[in-house]
């Protein structure tokens, strides 16, 4: 036994990281410790916004959550700030109908937006919050990066290519993560993981490294906690 216990299967472990930026030991467990200390501090709902005219002023850093309707926005929130109810999620897709700023220590503000690709919704209403959204995306001046968030389980569909088509003319960096990897079995996962790798590597505002996640058991929260670091205002 001992070194020479034969590696774990590969399904054994989903991987929170894909092409992961490589670190030493120290170097992840330093980057880790960091992500973990930004989120350690109180996170509180600040603003809900209805109407492009109604924003918040454009001060601090802000990270804003996007995705399909349904593919986890509100609950990935909860789960990184460690909070269960901050954010309002619902097993009913378009749960979200304005944009909910959080404020994170002071040092970082989170939005959890409304969904996008939601056929059932009316198409006044979808107009209204979608169109908040892509309003939002495109001039927000202290939107510092996207966070867009793809259902591990389902394909990537015609509405994720648009936003990151977008993302990428407005040239706002988005951080690509795949959500509810708990109800994906290890090589389904580990295939979806290799092929949204490849799409972000041909996306120029993409960022390289894909985190994988799942709400449900906290897999890659800590990863994304960290990765959000380098943005945040350096706090008092
Ligand atoms: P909208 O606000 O409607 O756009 O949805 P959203 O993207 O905010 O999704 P929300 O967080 O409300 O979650 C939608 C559904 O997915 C809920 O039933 C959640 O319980 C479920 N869900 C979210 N994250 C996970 C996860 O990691 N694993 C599993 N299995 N289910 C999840
Ligand atoms: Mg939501």
Known sequence: MGDHAPDAPEQAQ???????????AEEQAAWLEAGRLLFAAECRFFFAAQRIDQLPPATG????????????????????TGRRALARMSAQP????QLNFFDLGGRLTLVDMPGYGYAQAARAVKEDWQGLMFEYL????????????????IEVKESDLA????????????????????SVKPPALAR????????????????????????ETGLGIAELRAALVGLADPGS
């Open 61 to 80: 850093t802000e990270v804003a959550f996007a995705g399909r309707s349904n593919v986890g926005k509100s609950s990935l929130v909860n789960a990184l």
């Open 192 to 215: 979806k993981q290799e092929a949204v790798g490849q799409l972000a590597r041909k996306h120029p505002a993409a960022m390289m490294e894909l985190i994988t996640t799942s709400s």
């Open 14 to 24: 989903p991987r929170a990281h894909l092409t992961g930026i490589s670190r030493t």
């Open 94 to 97: 378009g749960r979200t109908k």
């Open 163 to 182: 936003a990151m088509g977008l993302f990428d003319r407005a040239a706002v960096p988005y951080q690509l993560v795949l959500t509810k990897a708990d």
């Open 138 to 153: 495109r001039g927000r001046p202290n939107l510092q990066r996207v966070v867009l968030l793809l259902d591990a389980r």
